[in-house]
């Protein structure tokens, strides 16, 4: 079985590119390196997958290269590629947002399109909700966004949807909620304050860290994303993955310090443009039909990111 994976540099991507490697199948990864954190970053999160000989990696751009070929080599596609993150979201940004979101994954749907029969699993985001209208959420909630990065995560759904209903084309979204662990993206929350943790550093935390997410370690963020893959209900289907409790800034802030062995120091800064009171997935639907169970807990996972994160720091002295 071969899979394409794209964004297979990213946190999320290079996971799972080792995940899908290490029960053999073959991946061809696909990364364009844009530039919302730097490419030597990235070009470690591939150093386990280049190990591989079933591992090919091709640089491209979804938005502007050719895919068909990609698509028609590939039993399924993992399409986690995107331009992440609310707060970067507005401004002159957006059309970065609007051709790394929207526009590359029309391409990628258009390239499904002529090959039935394979499965698309798409990387949503809870960022679809907003101030959702009530917690925990569930798919049949009405979709406010509450920033460009949102409305754009969104309007991919809405076209796998559409690919779905007209084309038949086997489109699964999911709707991933904050999601941590080793290779998170430095600008990222726990890796900013693990970060800290190890260097001893005070932090920067916008609103006063009652806001409560529901954290979700990548390896059950794995889990779910593969099934999604081979589940046969799944097609055409939109699921949230959670990782089954809603925790607040403020104790996550806590149990760093409680593990790091010293309390951080912390500033606070108003709420920023597209900051979201809380999130909570209701997971029903996918522990029915996809078998999903949230296992990691957000203090062992901030244990295993901490771990990682003083790793990395020790290579990199």
């Given at each position: 079985m071969r899979a394409l994976v794209t964004g297979c540099a990213g946190f999320i991507g290079s996971h799972l590119t080792e995940s899908?490697?290490?029960d053999g199948l073959e991946v061809v990864g696909v990364d364009c390196f844009n530039d919302n954190y730097e490419r030597p970053e990235k070009l470690r999160n591939l150093e386990h997958a280049r190990d591989?000989?079933?591992f090919d990696f091709v640089p491209l751009d979804l938005s502007r290269g050719r895919l068909h070929d990609l698509v028609a080599d590939s039993d399924v596609v993992f399409h986690l590629a995107a331009e992440p993150g609310a707060r970067p979201s507005w401004g002159a940004r957006f059309e970065a947002y609007l051709r790394n979101n929207v526009l590359a994954t029309q391409h990628l749907l258009e390239a499904t399109r002529a090959e039935p029969g394979k499965r698309f699993v798409y990387a949503s985001s809870s960022s679809v909700y907003g101030q959702a209208e009530r917690l925990p959420t569930t798919?049949?909630?009405t979709p406010r966004p509450f920033s460009p990065y949102g409305t754009t995560k969104l309007a991919a759904e809405h076209l796998c949807s559409l690919y779905h209903g007209n084309y038949g084309v086997e489109t699964v979204s999911l709707r991933y909620f904050s999601v941590f662990g080793p290779r998170q993206r430095p600008d990222m929350a726990f890796a900013i304050f693990c970060r800290a943790a190890v260097e001893g550093k005070a932090i920067t935390v916008f609103g006063d860290g009652a806001q409560t997410r529901d954290f979700t370690h990548v390896e059950d963020i794995l889990r779910a994303t593969r099934a999604a893959a081979l589940a046969p209900r799944a097609a055409g289907r939109v699921y949230n993955v959670g990782g089954g409790s809603r925790t607040s800034l403020a104790e996550a802030i806590r149990l760093i310090g409680e593990l790091s062995g010293s309390a951080l120091s912390v500033n606070h800064l108003p709420a920023?443009?597209?900051?979201?009171?809380?999130?909570?997935?209701?997971v029903s639907r996918a522990r029915a039909e996809l078998g999903y169970e949230p296992r990691m807990d957000v203090a062992s996972g901030l244990a295993a990111q901490l771990d990682w994160t003083r790793g990395s720091a020790a290579l990199a002295a």
């Open positions: 899908l490697l290490e591989w000989d079933t798919e049949g909630t920023q443009a597209g900051d979201v009171l809380a999130t909570g997935a209701d």
